[in-house]
């Protein structure tokens, strides 16, 4: 039985995971390379916890509950052996993500679960750095707080075991989880880059400018907002990251970057983040 997290990488993504953890009632060993990161971490999963305040979604004594639930660690080394569940929820790098598993496997007790958030990489081909029976994918959308969905993907190898008892954590944390089959882009990014990609092509072709683009797609396809928009929450560098795993994955042309997101990636516009991408933040 999952009692013990650990959670690799205290960003965006990792303090959210940490934050819906902790609110149900689990125990969270939050894990970040410096100092400063994870005081960044914290400060957001406080932020987290007092938005549910003001939301009235939980109560203040919740809140200093939840928050004594999450212990901060540097170093992933310093990952706790009792874990029961290890969540890697670092930048898109395949290789970065197989170091990770590797220095844990011979540290944390046998029939711990390791999970991977990546948003597209190869679920089989990071089970190869540890034990691949025990090796799931589990791609929580963002802001994890709000976003009910979590695919969970099979590698090759994932028993069914780990599979159920992944897939119950899921709902135990009040989400609802999807079996998903591990190929490039999973089932969410496989459907959504392409259309962000096309929209980024559409307005390199001049065929309409960033703010028509988008209000096409919300007004006319009732989406909550526009694909550039979406891009630059999400982060134009991971988007690229993303079309690019698709492009290797499936070898097929369809998936080619558009030369537009390159050059701004390359340029630094990463949206959001950077305070400028397709719109000025």
Do not use: W
């Not at 100092?35 to 200093?64: P, W, Y």
């Not at 679960?113 to 089970?127: K, R, Y």
């Not at 695919?151 to 119950?168: A, K, L, P, W």
Request: proline share 5%; with cysteine.
């Amino acid at each position: 039985m999952i009692k013990e997290i650990s959670v690799i990488g205290g960003g965006t993504m990792g303090n959210g995971i940490a934050t819906v953890f902790a609110l149900n009632n689990f125990s969270v060993n939050l894990v970040e390379m410096e100092k400063e990161k994870i005081d960044r971490a914290l400060s957001a999963i406080t932020t987290n916890f007092n938005r549910m305040v003001k939301k009235g979604t939980i109560a203040q004594e919740q809140l200093n509950e939840s928050l004594c639930r999450v212990k901060p660690l540097i170093g992933v080394e310093n990952t706790p052996i009792s874990s029961d569940l290890v969540i890697e929820a670092i930048y898109e790098n395949k290789s970065a993500k197989i170091s990770i598993f590797k220095e844990l496997q011979s540290s944390i007790k046998p029939d711990c679960i390791f999970a991977s958030n990546t948003s597209s990489i190869s679920i089989t081909e990071l089970a190869t750095s540890c034990r691949p029976d025990n090796f799931i994918g589990m791609h929580f959308m963002n802001p994890v707080p709000i976003m009910k969905l979590v695919e969970i993907i099979r590698g090759f190898s994932t028993s069914d075991n780990t599979y159920t008892e992944i897939h119950n954590l899921a709902l135990a944390i009040g989400k609802t989880p999807t079996e998903v089959n591990d190929y490039p882009g999973f089932i969410s990014n496989r459907i959504l880059m392409p259309m962000i990609n096309e929209a980024i092509f559409a307005l390199m072709e001049n065929v309409a400018k960033t703010e028509d683009i988008d209000t096409v797609m919300k007004l006319g396809m009732n989406h909550p907002m526009g694909p550039l928009t979406l891009a630059d929450f999400i982060g134009l560098d991971v988007c690229l990251a993303i079309m690019e795993v698709l492009y290797e994955g499936y070898n097929d042309s369809k998936y080619r970057p558009c030369p537009l997101l390159k050059k701004m990636v390359a340029a630094g516009k990463l949206g959001r983040k950077s305070g400028e991408g397709f719109y000025k933040y």
